[in-house]
Antibody
Framework: QVQLQESGPGLVKPSQTLSLTCTVS??????????WSWIRQYPGKGLEWIGY???????YYTPSLKSRVTISVDTSKNQFSLKLSSVTAADTAVYYC????????????????WGQGTTVTVSS | DIQMTQSPSSLSASVGDRVTITCQAS??????LHWYQQKPGKAPKLLIY???NLETGVPSRFSGSGSGTDFTFTISSLQPEDIATYYC?????????FGQGTKLEIK
C-alpha cells in the first residue's frame, strides 16, 4: 500500500528556508488522480493545511503563507517537496505530507494517507 | 474564509458510553466534512469522509452525519482504545480547514 515519509532538517535558523521532502512508496505520483499536500501541526495541536501539488506541477497554497511557500514535485524520484522561506519561531511545528483521497466519483478532499510527521524547530 | 467551530474541546466518558462531537461551519460546505482520530505521537487517521462514509477498516461504532453547516460525529460504544483527539476538517473554495480538536478521555 501507499506510504509517505517526510525527511529534512529538524532545526532551522530564523530567517532561513525550511526544506522538507516527502517520498512516496507503494504507488506512483505520476499515475495521477491524487493531490499531494503539506500540513503542519503546532505545539498547541492546531492543524494547518499549507498547500498541495498535482503530478503535473499545478499547485495551490493557503493565502496566509503564499508569499513564503513553494511546493514542487519530482516524478522521477516519486517525491514532492516543501520550501518555506524567512522562517520564524512561529513556524515551529510537526510537518506532515498527506494524500488527498479519491473515490469513483473523484476527489473527496479528505486526507487518507499521512506520513509519520517530522518535527521542525526554528531557533538560533 | 469559512470558520469551523468544533465542540466540546474536551470530553470525559466511560467505557460503553455513547459519545458525540459536533462541528459547525460558518457557511454551507455541502458534505465536504471529514473526521480524524489522532493518538499521541501519531499522524491523524481518517475515520469518516464526506460527512457520513466510513473509511475502510474503521470499526462500525464510529459514524458521522450532517450536511450544510452542522455535523455530528458519534462513537456508539466507547472503547479504551478510542482515547485520542478527534478533529473535523472541511474543504471549500480551494481551502482546507481543521477544527480545533476534541480531546477524549476515559472517566
Amino acid at each position: 500500500q501507499v506510504q509517505l515519509q517526510e525527511s529534512g532538517p529538524g532545526l532551522v535558523k530564523p530567517s532561513q528556508t525550511l526544506s522538507l521532502t516527502c517520498t512516496v512508496s507503494g504507488g506512483s505520483i505520476s499515475s495521477g488522480g491524487h493531490y499531494w499536500s503539506w500540513i503542519r501541526q503546532y505545539p498547541g495541536k492546531g492543524l494547518e493545511w499549507i498547500g498541495y501539488i498535482y503530478y503535473s506541477g499545478s499547485t495551490y497554497y493557503t493565502p496566509s503563507l503564499k508569499s513564503r511557500v513553494t511546493i514542487s514535485v519530482d516524478t522521477s524520484k516519486n517525491q514532492f517537496s516543501l520550501k518555506l522561506s524567512s522562517v520564524t519561531a512561529a513556524d515551529t511545528a510537526v510537518y506532515y505530507c498527506a494524500r488527498d483521497k479519491t473515490v469513483t466519483r473523484g476527489r473527496t478532499y479528505a486526507f487518507d494517507i499521512w506520513g509519520q510527521g517530522t518535527t521542525v524547530t526554528v531557533s538560533s | 474564509d469559512i470558520q469551523m467551530t468544533q465542540s466540546p474541546s474536551s470530553l470525559s466518558a466511560s467505557v460503553g458510553d455513547r459519545v458525540t462531537i459536533t462541528c459547525q461551519a460558518s457557511q454551507d460546505i455541502s458534505n465536504y466534512l471529514h473526521w480524524y482520530q489522532q493518538k499521541p505521537g501519531k499522524a491523524p487517521k481518517l475515520l469518516i469522509y464526506d460527512a457520513s462514509n466510513l473509511e475502510t477498516g474503521v470499526p462500525s461504532r464510529f459514524s458521522g452525519s450532517g450536511s450544510g453547516t452542522d455535523f455530528t460525529f458519534t462513537i456508539s460504544s466507547l472503547q479504551p482504545e478510542d482515547i485520542a483527539t478527534y478533529y473535523c476538517q472541511q474543504y471549500d473554495n480551494l481551502m482546507y480547514t481543521f477544527g480545533q480538536g476534541t480531546k477524549l478521555e476515559i472517566k
